[in-house]
């Protein structure tokens, strides 16, 4: 299993980014798929959860109304579009899923909010 996240950079605040997450080495589209995010001196936080078929999404309170998670099975990549970006938004964001009770991590990849 592997994912690999890209789509990381710097933006101005209130501006946008797409992360992407490829997923392989497992059936992506059997599984749930999530995106984290982890900030200088706190606890990694769920950002957002997408179901196996992409028929139901969770969003974290602090990112509804800017945030959107999606897939595409075909390709097997999950995307987190950003909008309305914040400084609070800053971190570094980790692609998860769990197959057969195992978690898997991305390496990260960093968002930096900043004027």
């Known amino acids: 299993v592997q994912l690999v996240e890209s789509g990381g950079g710097l933006v101005q605040p209130g501006g946008s980014l797409r992360l992407s997450c490829a997923a392989s080495?497992?059936?992506?589209?059997?599984?749930?798929m999530s995106w984290y995010r982890q900030a200088p001196g706190k606890e990694r936080e769920l950002v957002a959860l997408?179901?196996?078929?992409?028929?139901?999404?969770n969003l974290a309170d602090s990112v509804k109304g800017r945030f959107t998670i999606s897939r595409d099975n075909a390709k097997n990549t999950v995307y987190l579009q950003m909008s309305s970006l914040k400084p609070e938004d800053t971190a570094v964001y980790y692609c998860?899923?769990?197959?057969?009770?195992?978690?898997?991590w991305g390496q990260g990849t960093q968002v930096t909010v900043s004027s």
């Open positions: 080495g497992f059936t992506a589209s059997r599984y749930d």
């Open positions: 997408i179901t196996s078929a992409g028929s139901s999404t």
């Open positions: 998860y899923t769990k197959v057969w009770l195992l978690k898997y």
